[in-house]
C-alpha cells in the first residue's frame, strides 16, 4: 500500500508547473535575459532538474531561451535558486545547476483570530476560513491590509 501512495505523490509531483503570470521578464539584453519566477506551492528544490516544470512558461511569450539567467523563488519565499538556462523548447526548459540559497524561516505570525485567518498567497496575502479555507478576500499588498479586511467580514454594532 505505501507503494501505491508514493506512486499517487510521484504522480501529483509531476502534475505541478509554474504559472506563467508569476514569471517576469526583469531584464532583456541583447545576448541573455534575466527572469525572475514565483514557484507555486509544492514544487521544491529538486523539482528544478525536472524540464517539465517549465511546460506552461514554455508555451507563451515568457519562455525560457538559451543561456536566459532566471531567479526561482520558493512559494514560501524560504529559498532561492540563481540559475541559467543550459537548453529550452517548446515544452521543457533545462537548468544548469542551480545554486540555492536559504533565508531564515518567515518571522512574521500571521493574524488568526479562530474564525479566520490571514495567509501567505505566494504574491500577497488574503483572509481564508479555518473551517474549510475558503478564500474570504481578494490577494492584498501586505498583512495590515488583510487584517483590515478581516475585521471587515464582522458585521458592525450599531
Do not use: H
Not at 44 to 49: M, Q, R
Not at 102 to 130: H, I, M, N, P, Q
Amino acid at each position: 500500500m505505501n507503494d501505491t501512495a508514493a506512486i499517487s505523490v510521484s504522480d501529483l509531483r509531476k502534475r505541478l508547473r509554474v504559472d506563467p503570470n508569476a514569471v517576469t521578464v526583469n531584464y532583456q539584453g541583447f545576448a541573455f535575459r534575466e527572469i525572475f519566477a514565483r514557484l507555486p506551492s509544492g514544487i521544491i528544490a529538486d523539482d528544478l532538474k525536472e524540464p517539465e516544470i517549465w511546460k506552461n512558461v514554455q508555451q507563451g511569450n515568457k519562455a525560457l531561451r538559451k543561456f536566459d539567467r532566471v531567479i526561482v523563488v520558493s512559494f514560501d519565499e524560504t529559498w532561492l535558486a540563481e540559475c541559467y538556462v543550459e537548453n529550452a523548447t517548446g515544452e521543457t526548459a533545462v537548468l544548469a545547476k542551480p545554486r540555492i540559497v536559504s533565508f531564515s524561516e518567515r518571522t512574521e505570525k500571521l493574524f488568526t483570530d479562530g474564525t479566520y485567518r490571514v495567509e501567505w498567497t505566494g504574491t500577497g496575502y488574503r483572509v481564508a476560513r479555518l473551517r474549510d479555507g475558503a478564500a474570504m478576500t481578494e490577494s492584498f499588498a501586505n498583512a495590515p491590509l488583510a487584517e483590515r479586511a478581516l475585521a471587515g467580514l464582522y458585521p458592525r454594532r450599531a
